[in-house]
């Protein structure tokens, strides 16, 4: 009996010991929450239960839920972690950037395709573009 007993107060220490929220930063992001949470296990140790929360809605209308799921990271994975969490983001970024400077190659090469188009369709219809061009600008003289 007291094998049994002994192993329910572990039980009860285990279950509430690393509860003890130290320290708690919640972030909200569009459907998503996430909790930032520093606690303590059994032997003080810290770590940060790292939660994100998102609503789940049923298509067919019934009661809403949330999806939860966890990471916890120890002090001593704190640097590596955040090594690999920056070189993540950074990828991300660049990856994002190249794409939008090729798009915007792609849309310059596109309205020099166009001009060069319409430049050879005026030559085919004898309307050459060589000459003068004359630009008729008047300045007003500013009213104080």
């Known amino acids: ?4 007993m002994e192993d329910s107060v572990k039980k009860i220490q285990v279950e509430g010991g690393d509860k003890e929220i130290l320290y708690s930063k919640t972030i909200k992001a569009g459907k998503r929450i996430y909790y930032l949470d520093v606690k303590k296990n059994l032997k003080d140790d810290l770590f940060l239960a790292v939660t994100e929360s998102k609503k789940v ?5 019934t009661q809403v839920s949330f999806e939860k799921h966890k990471i916890f990271l120890y002090r001593e994975d704190f640097e590596k972690f955040m090594n690999g ?4 983001i950074d990828f991300i970024n660049r990856k994002e950037m190249l794409e939008v400077i090729s798009d915007m190659n792609a849309e310059a090469d596109e309205n020099a395709e166009a001009e060069l188009d319409a430049i050879a369709e005026m030559n085919t219809k004898g309307m050459e573009l060589d000459g003068e061009i004359k630009i008729d600008i008047d300045f007003e003289e500013p009213t104080l």
Do not use: D, R, T
């Open 1 to 4: 009996m007291f094998a049994i």
């Open 57 to 61: 809605q049923p298509k067919n209308g």
């Open 85 to 88: 969490l920056n070189e993540a």
